[in-house]
């Protein structure tokens, strides 16, 4: 395994083979197997783009082999920061071709995150869209983070046209063959973010064995198949739209993935009529917006047959709105970039479907419920969630301290999500004990932001927490103390996004205190903080 990733105990490992979890399968040889298959039936759609398996399977070979004859070797990381196009399935098949390792940045990732994606992981590769893409200039931010990382050799940029000094892609395509790389399913295949709790987000290998086996459940039980039009509407990157069951299910069960450009009614809508879409991904607000949405448009929904919500808690009332607003089966996600993936089942009561966020998906999945000591709670009471099993990993990429505090000794991941068990045995998330935002499914490290905002001249202590919010679930709250000047909220947030961080993660609301209110032993008190902002909430809608 690549150094720095921390493997199965080998008899962990024999299980999974002997259970058959792990069956030695590769992303590079399921594409070459689905090409065989399916040849010219359609793998991908994006606007007025397609490609067929057969394409795709050429094109992955094709780029494999102009990549290797650029240096790109097995085990070798590569960011791979692409919105939702086809390209993005051309360079992720041909870096598993290759036995090289993307990492998934997300596309509103910015300076601040790429330089240390880059730097961290040694990457060798940095491939970026070459037009502006949402307004952003990721030329210029490739240009300032190969100036500072040694190790990386080359920019690509995908697209038509390009002036921006880096190679483009479809200049590295080439149609002599590669050397044949011997990649194996206990290769990592890639490497997920995490949402991350501490100052800098970590990186979670993931190998083809446990990926695979985790599409293999997933497409078990969202009954995926040929015929299965799975809608993108999240960036691909993300572990939920790629592998819950995602793209990357979708083409494993050789059904059609089509990609969406954005999450508006107006975009998805038509898509969902045009292209006969039989399932699709979305966050809660984005949920929100189609409920209502939906209100006010016709079109013809009833290809759709299952919506999923997760990466954030769904509330009930909106679960209920789901079937009699779109006639398809609503599905709860529960899971993480980690690993655990639960799902309510297709065929499940109204009633879990609504109020609960799923069970495992394989029977391989361990859970345990504890308490603050790790002791596991009676039936029913709430605890922290802790995992492992065939698809969860043992440790993050080179970070050892912190394995050594997500990871119990006997290998289960401390999830930081306080659940409790229904009485059938399903999921119900009930808060968290990690020090995060989440902001409508998009994860904020509070720690990472505290950190930048600690370097700002005027501030002498920063402490950043979750506050209610009826769109996103959350948002972020930053409570500081400034020095003898008091720096403008403007300014602070213009201070984040010259730092190059992602926009996401800049706080909504900035509050001013003179001092923090601290726990017994001294620690600020983020609970008393939280309680703080929904005082101040209430008070002003008085
Ligand atoms: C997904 O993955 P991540 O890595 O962005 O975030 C994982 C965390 C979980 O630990 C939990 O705190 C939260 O996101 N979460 C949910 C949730 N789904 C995720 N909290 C409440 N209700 C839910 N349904 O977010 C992710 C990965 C794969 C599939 C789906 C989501």
């Known amino acids: 395994m690549l150094s720095g990733c921390s493997t199965w105990p080998s008899d962990f490992v024999k299980k999974y083979k002997d259970t058959q979890c792990w069956q030695g399968e590769t992303f590079g040889e399921i594409l070459r197997e689905r090409a065989n298959l399916y040849g010219e039936r359609i793998a991908v759609t994006a606007g007025d783009l397609q490609i067929s398996y057969l394409e795709l399977d050429h094109r992955a070979d094709q780029l494999a082999s102009g990549l290797q004859k650029r240096g790109i070797q097995k085990g070798d990381r590569v960011v791979v920061q692409l919105p939702n196009t086809i390209e993005f399935f051309e360079v992720c098949f041909a870096l598993f071709r290759l036995g090289a390792v993307p990492v998934l940045a997300l596309p509103t990732h910015r300076y601040s995150e790429i330089s240390y994606f880059c730097g961290f992981t040694a990457a060798v590769a940095y491939i970026i869209p070459g037009s502006r893409h ?86 078990e039980v969202c009954q995926m198949n040929v015929d299965s039009v799975y809608m993108a509407v999240l960036p691909v990157a993300h572990n939920f739209p790629l592998s819950s069951p995602g793209v990357l299910g979708t083409l494993y069960a050789g059904g059609r993935v089509v990609l969406s450009s954005g999450s508006s009614p107006d975009e998805t809508f038509p898509l969902i009529e045009k292209e006969r879409v039989t399932i699709t991904a979305m966050v809660p607000p984005i949920a929100l917006i189609w409920l209502e949405g939906v209100k006010t448009r016709t079109f013809d929904f009833s290809s759709l047959k299952v919506l999923q919500v997760g990466g954030a808690k769904f509330s009930t009332e909106m679960a209920k709105r789901v079937k009699p607003s779109f006639g398809c089966t609503l599905q709860q996600v529960f899971g993480m970039a980690e690993g655990l993936v639960n799902y309510t089942r297709l065929d499940d009561s109204d009633d879990l479907i609504h109020e609960t966020q799923g069970r495992p998906m394989s029977s391989y999945d361990e859970i345990r419920i504890v308490d603050e000591e790790d002791q596991e709670v009676s039936q029913g009471e709430a605890g922290e969630l802790l995992t492992r099993g065939p698809y969860t990993i043992r440790g993050y990429y080179k970070a050892e301290e912190h394995n050594a505090r997500s990871f119990t000794a006997d290998g289960f991941y401390r999830t930081g999500d ?109 609970k008393m903080l939280r309680q703080m902002i929904v005082e101040k909430m209430t008070l002003k809608k008085v």
């Open 134 to 219: 949402a307004g952003f200039d990721y030329v210029s931010l490739a240009t300032k983070v190969q100036e500072e990382t040694a190790s990386l050799k080359h920019v690509f940029v995908t697209g038509e046209g390009n002036e921006s000094g880096f190679l483009s892609l479809a200049n590295v395509y080439d149609s002599s063959p590669m050397i044949e790389v011997q990649v194996s399913g206990e290769d990592v295949a890639l490497f997920q973010l995490s949402g991350g709790s501490t100052g800098l987000p970590k990186f979670i290998p993931r190998t083809h064995n446990d990926y695979i086996y985790s599409l293999r459940m997933s497409n």
């Open 418 to 526: 306080i659940v409790r068990l229904s009485k059938e045995g399903y999921i119900i998330v009930e808060g968290r004990n990690k020090d995060q935002i989440n902001r409508g499914g998009e994860k904020i490290a509070a720690e990472e932001v505290e950190n930048h905002l600690l370097a700002h001249p005027d501030l002498l202590d920063v402490s950043i927490v979750s506050m209610p919010d009826s769109f996103l679930g959350e948002r972020s709250c930053a409570f500081m103390i400034p020095r003898e000047n008091r720096p403008t909220p403007s300014e602070i947030r213009r201070f984040l996004q010259d730092r190059g961080l992602a926009a996401y993660k800049i706080p909504d609301r900035i509050e001013f205190v003179d001092k923090f209110p601290k726990t017994p032993l001294g620690k600020v008190s983020k």
